[in-house]
C-alpha cells in the first residue's frame, strides 16, 4: 500500500526554527510538495523536491533523501501567520498525489 | 498569475435540490482537477481533467458529476447529496499532469447538506 507519515502536530516559538519531518512509502516516485493549509482555506504550493537534496526559497527550505524515503520542511524566523497545517504530498508512478495527513503547527509568542 | 477561482464560497442545499459548484483559471492550464476535504483531513481526489477529456474517476458517487466546457472552466454539478457529503470542495489545476507539474488550488466552495 501506500503510505505518507507525518507528525500530526507541533508547537514552536516565533522568532525560533522547527523541522516537520515527512517519511513515504508509495509505488514509484514523481517527486515530493510541501503545501501550507491554514483553517478553511485552500492548500498553498510551498515547494517541489525531485532530486536528493535541498532547496531553498527565503524563510522555507525543504529537503528530500528518496533513498531513505524521507523529506523534511525547515520552517526560519517563525512567524504567528506560519501558525497552519503543512501537507507533505508524493506523486507516484501513475503521477497521482498521494497526501498526507498533514502536521498542524502551532506558534507561540 | 496563479490564480484558480471558485464560486460559490459557500453552499447550503438540501438533499432534493440540484447544484453546480463552478471552477475558473486562466494560467492556460491544460489539467485540472476536483478534490474533496474533511475537516482535519487530507484532500482526496475525485475527478482529474487533462486536456478537457476526463482522465481519472476515482469512484465518486453518481450523485457528482464533473463537466469541462473549455480548458478554462470546470463544473462540479451536485444532485441528491447526503449530509456526508458536507465537505470543502476544492478544484486544482496545473500546466500538465506529468513531470514537476505543481498543483495550484482555488480558494474552495464549503458545502453544507442538510
Same mark, same amino acid.
Given at each position: 500500500?501506500?503510505?505518507?507519515?507525518?507528525?500530526?502536530?507541533?508547537?514552536?516559538?516565533?522568532?525560533?526554527?522547527?523541522?516537520?519531518?515527512?517519511?513515504?512509502?508509495?509505488?514509484?516516485?514523481?517527486?515530493?510538495?510541501?503545501?501550507?493549509?491554514?483553517?478553511?482555506?485552500?492548500?498553498?504550493?510551498?515547494?517541489?523536491?525531485?532530486?536528493?537534496?535541498?532547496?531553498?526559497?527565503?524563510?522555507?527550505?525543504?529537503?528530500?533523501?528518496?533513498?531513505?524515503?524521507?523529506?523534511?520542511?525547515?520552517?526560519?524566523?517563525?512567524?504567528?501567520?506560519?501558525?497552519?497545517?503543512?501537507?507533505?504530498?508524493?506523486?507516484?508512478?501513475?503521477?497521482?498525489?498521494?497526501?498526507?495527513?498533514?502536521?498542524?503547527?502551532?506558534?507561540?509568542? | 498569475?496563479?490564480?484558480?477561482?471558485?464560486?460559490?464560497?459557500?453552499?447550503?442545499?438540501?438533499?432534493?435540490?440540484?447544484?453546480?459548484?463552478?471552477?475558473?483559471?486562466?494560467?492556460?492550464?491544460?489539467?485540472?482537477?476536483?478534490?474533496?476535504?474533511?475537516?482535519?483531513?487530507?484532500?482526496?481526489?475525485?475527478?482529474?481533467?487533462?486536456?478537457?477529456? *476526463?482522465?481519472?474517476?476515482?469512484?465518486?458517487?453518481?450523485?457528482?458529476?464533473?463537466?469541462?466546457?473549455?480548458?478554462?472552466?470546470?463544473?462540479?454539478? *451536485?444532485?441528491?447529496?447526503?449530509?456526508?457529503?458536507?465537505?470543502?470542495?476544492?478544484?486544482?489545476?496545473?500546466?500538465?499532469?506529468?513531470?514537476?507539474?505543481?498543483?495550484?488550488?482555488?480558494?474552495?466552495?464549503? *458545502?453544507?447538506?442538510?
Amino acid at each position: 500500500g501506500q503510505n505518507i507519515d507525518q507528525p500530526t502536530e507541533m508547537t514552536a516559538t516565533e522568532g525560533a526554527i522547527v523541522q516537520i519531518n515527512c517519511t513515504y512509502q508509495t509505488s514509484g516516485f514523481n517527486g515530493l510538495f510541501w503545501y501550507q493549509q491554514h483553517a478553511g482555506e485552500a492548500p498553498t504550493f510551498l515547494s517541489y523536491n525531485v532530486l536528493d537534496g535541498l532547496e531553498e526559497k527565503g524563510r522555507f527550505s525543504s529537503f528530500l533523501s528518496r533513498s531513505k524515503g524521507y523529506s523534511y520542511l525547515l520552517l526560519k524566523e517563525l512567524q504567528m501567520k506560519d501558525s497552519a497545517s503543512y501537507l507533505c504530498a508524493v506523486r507516484d508512478s501513475n503521477y497521482q498525489l498521494i497526501w498526507g495527513a498533514g502536521t498542524k503547527l502551532i506558534i507561540k509568542p | 498569475d496563479t490564480e484558480v477561482t471558485q464560486t460559490p464560497k459557500h453552499l447550503v442545499m438540501g438533499m432534493t435540490n440540484k447544484k453546480s459548484l463552478k471552477c475558473e483559471q486562466h494560467m492556460g492550464h491544460r489539467a485540472m482537477y476536483w478534490y474533496k476535504q474533511k475537516a482535519k483531513k487530507p484532500p482526496e481526489l475525485m475527478f482529474v481533467y487533462s486536456y478537457e477529456k *476526463l482522465s481519472i474517476n476515482e469512484s465518486v458517487p453518481s450523485r457528482f458529476s464533473p463537466e469541462c466546457p473549455n480548458s478554462s472552466l470546470l463544473n462540479l454539478h *451536485l444532485h441528491a447529496l447526503q449530509p456526508e457529503d458536507s465537505a470543502l470542495y476544492l478544484c486544482a489545476s496545473s500546466l500538465g499532469t506529468g513531470d514537476q507539474e505543481t498543483q495550484y488550488f482555488g480558494p474552495g466552495t464549503r *458545502l453544507l447538506v442538510l
